[in-house]
């Protein structure tokens, strides 16, 4: 069973960053593939990116080039670097899990707003 505590989202101007975080607890994440999805209000939820256990990454096209995932096993944490922010960026940011099983976080809203 895997915890996920995402954090780091709130309010920002466009072209704007953040940074969010996903804590992961009760099993290390080493031998999982880790994703940023997010939904916007009334719509499917969508793969922001996604990175394996060893590291390899991929990106919507929509995010590609502003967008960065990484992990750090030795915290058990992922992050989403976002940079050039859009208003069409604006959504709930959940973290998901999938090894033997997925796990999804509770989510963070990400408003992007002058």
């Known amino acids: 069973q895997v915890q996920l505590v995402e954090s780091g989202g709130g309010l920002v101007q466009p072209g704007g960053s953040l940074r969010l975080s996903c804590a992961a607890s009760g099993s290390a994440i080493t031998n999982y593939a880790m994703d940023w999805y997010r939904q916007i209000a009334g719509e499917h939820r969508e793969l922001v990116a996604g990175i394996t256990s060893v590291g390899t990454t991929t990106y919507a096209d929509a995010v590609r080039g502003r967008f960065t995932i990484s992990r750090d096993n030795a915290k058990n944490t992922i992050y989403l670097q976002m940079n050039s922010l859009k208003p069409e960026d604006t959504a709930v940011y959940y973290c998901?899990?999938?090894?033997?099983?997925?796990?999804w976080g509770q989510g963070t809203q990400v408003t992007v707003s002058s």
């Open positions: 998901h899990a999938a090894y033997t099983a997925g796990y």
